[in-house]
């Protein structure tokens, strides 16, 4: 008699060969163009937010993941939208008015994540100094402790620079800030730079956008352009661009004799071709002399998230349509 898996396991085996998504024959050009004004829209998803998600007095530990989630990444967003249409309004307040009230609510229970977007003292103090500059060496101070504990990753989810992003974010709200950040940035750099560059995140060699080294040289580099001469960073750019597959599409993680097909195709945001298009936007504008070949790159991921990206999982941002639909 032949082997036989269990049930549960051959289902998850013949799961892995289903196509990911939809399959989606049309081109670009066979739709029209979006005429209707944006914040319309964006107004109209805010009144939503707000309807389903009201300000309350009090949040759990649970429900409280920096910017990955909850009041914190409300805030946060609000107060980006209000940067970008500074004349909506919603209920009659602007997104501004939102963000306090959704930063003054109590939490309990301390941090889910102890660095990175989801660490919700970091966060918290972000959005606390993006509103009142007076507050930002708070937001140092809790970075600069955070930064001093060793078993940190350097990813962005949970890691360092993920806490680059939000210096960044502070700036943007108040450059006025940039001169008290700017030792703290370099620790940071510094630190993740001597750690690369096979950075891992829980023991493996993920190289997308959230949890990989394309993730963390983006964050790198847009904290310190200067970094574009660097040999690590432009070494393991180049590696990363050779990993691309014919398909457009990009690996989960470092390729190994027991790779899994099914690591090959992930097309999300955080893992695949949606991470990897967004951050090489942004490394292209940096690397002038690799223009062409990240031009290549992602003219060929783009057309791999328009084939599959239209994924049949729920519409969430990290591993969704909604991320691929950036």
């Known amino acids: 008699m032949g082997f036989k898996l269990p049930k549960r396991e051959t289902m998850d085996v013949l799961n ?13 050009q066979d739709y029209l163009s979006f005429r209707e004004k944006s914040e319309v829209r964006v107004q109209e998803a805010l009144i939503h937010i707000i309807g389903e998600t009201h300000p309350r007095e009090h949040y759990t530990q649970d429900e409280c993941r920096g910017f990955f989630r909850g009041p914190t990444a409300l805030a946060y967003l609000l107060l980006r939208i209000h940067a970008i249409y500074p004349e909506i309004k919603i209920r ?14 109590k939490r309990t229970g301390g941090n ?24 930002a060496p708070r937001f140092r101070d809790e970075l600069g402790k955070i930064v001093e504990e060793e078993e940190h990753p350097y990813e962005i989810l949970f890691g360092l620079t993920g806490l ?27 630190k993740t730079l001597a750690a690369g560059p096979a950075w891992t995140f829980r023991g493996k060699r993920y190289i997308g956008a959230v949890h990989g080294d394309v993730g963390i ?22 590696r990363q661009l ?7 599409n990009w690996p989960t993680r470092d ?22 298009v967004l951050s090489l936007l942004h490394l292209e504008q940096m690397l002038p002399d690799m223009k062409e070949q990240i031009g290549n790159a ?22 969704g349509i909604l991320g691929n639909s950036l």
């Open 298 to 319: 992602i003219m060929l991921g783009r057309k791999c998230i328009w084939q599959e990206g239209l994924l049949k999982k729920e519409p969430c941002l990290c591993h």
């Open 255 to 276: 390729p190994t004799p027991e790779f899994d097909r099914v690591y090959l195709e992930l097309v999300q945001f955080c893992h695949g071709a949606p991470g990897f």
């Open 16 to 28: 892995m060969y289903k196509p990911r998504f939809i399959n989606n024959p049309d081109l670009p």
């Open 217 to 238: 040289l983006t964050q790198l580099l847009l904290t310190d352009p200067s970094l574009a001469t660097n040999s690590i960073v432009r070494k393991s750019l180049q």
């Open 92 to 105: 009659g307040e602007s997104p501004q008015y939102w963000a306090s009230s959704y930063l003054s609510a």
């Open 112 to 135: 889910s994540a102890s660095c990175g977007l989801a660490c919700e003292s970091a966060a918290y103090y972000a959005v606390e100094a993006m509103l009142d500059e007076t507050k």
């Open 242 to 248: 050779q990993l691309q597959h014919e398909s457009g």
């Open 164 to 190: 680059l992003y939000m210096i960044r974010a502070v700036e943007f709200f108040k450059p006025e800030t940039a001169s008290l950040l700017i030792t703290l940035k370099a620790r940071i750099v510094d």
